[in-house]
């Protein structure tokens, strides 16, 4: 057993008892190996998760003054976003066994996560926070969609960091990254919290460019470059993105039967994305055609738009996900950015993704304001 397939309600149990109870005890109870409960521990500590974690478990427990009963008034759904929610509830009911994992000690940018698409999948996703550079109103706009939009997965396209810090911009840049990269990890895992207490549907992120800043970096740097440090030292571990309930980073992930790892035989595939082009879902166009005749997703462009295709093999569609960062950034006056984020579904090899426009902290979709 490892610390990431234990779910986090076991994860925050084995912590609070830690406090009085001897590792090797909590290790042996629960079959993990002391010493790497002893790092988790460690590294929990030194990022300030630990102490957090019983001081939210802790008010979870305490005793709560009854209220005065208050009828609350019954909330108006929308039709189009009650048809969403209806058909996501009369799909298939099991979501991890769905999902198939494949080589997540590959390098980053090599894995690729293979999904079954047999089921009906209805996904979000959200791309390009760039912490601490995020748009607070659009990530408090994306939570709403979350709790408002019935699904049975989420994924996010990657940048979640900025590393500016790591940038070949950057000026005094390991000082800066020094004074940032704190920061940069606290705002993400607050963001992630608060997703993590949304949904508990299954969860992929993807990687991006400015994530592999961090990877150069980590290479460059003597003692680090190799072996277990380098692997404790990855961001999956220092993200804690397992204990927020998400699966390893990935390169590509592919709603695909997998006859074999060789020659899949993909409905959907998302990456974040390499290419740039002018005008929103021009760069997705154009990155579309290296995977061929498939509907695809992709982000790093901070556009959003949602284009189709028609090839011999049917119709797909085609999608940026738009941002989750500030718009106006220091080193670029007015760029052509949009904050969103999309929803699609996958029934049998039809795929269809929606665009969901935020703007002035409100999420759009069709008609309807989340």
Sequence with gaps: MVWTELGRDVQDKIILRSQTEPIEKLAEEYQLLPQS????????????LYQWI?????????????MAEVKPEPVKIDPFIARINNAVKGSATSNNQYIL??????????????IDPKRQWHGIFFTDLHCPYQDEDSVNAMIRVIKTLDHNIII?????????????????????????????????????EQIAEASTAP??????????????????????????????????VLLSMGYYGWNPFMGTIMFAEKE???????????????????????SAASQFKSYGAVSYIMGHVHRLGV???????GQHCIAEGGTLRGLNPDYMKYPDWQNGMLHFVIDGDTVSITPILISNGNAYIGNTKI
């Design 203 to 236: 969860k992929v992120s993807l990687y991006g460019n400015h994530m592999e800043r961090y990877d150069k970096w980590l290479s460059a740097t003597p003692f680090v470059s190799m072996g277990s440090a380098k692997n404790q030292m990855s961001l999956d």
């Design 156 to 192: 996010n396209g990657g940048d979640n960091l900025d590393l500016y810090g790591l940038s070949t911009f950057a000026k005094d840049y390991d000082n800066l990254f020094q004074n940032n990269f704190d920061k940069e990890i606290k705002e993400h895992n607050r963001i992630m």
């Design 101 to 114: 994992n494949v080589n997540p000690d590959a390098p980053v940018k090599d894995r690729v996560m293979y």
């Design 54 to 66: 019983i001081d939210k478990q802790s008010k979870k427990s305490a005793p709560q003054q009854k």
């Design 260 to 282: 074999n790892q060789m020659f899949p035989k993909p409905v959907l595939v998302l990456d974040h994305g390499t290419r740039v082009a002018k005008g929103a879902g021009k």
């Design 37 to 48: 409960l002893h790092r988790k521990i460690r590294r929990l500590k030194q990022d300030g």
């Design 307 to 313: 284009s189709y295709m028609r090839t011999l093999h």
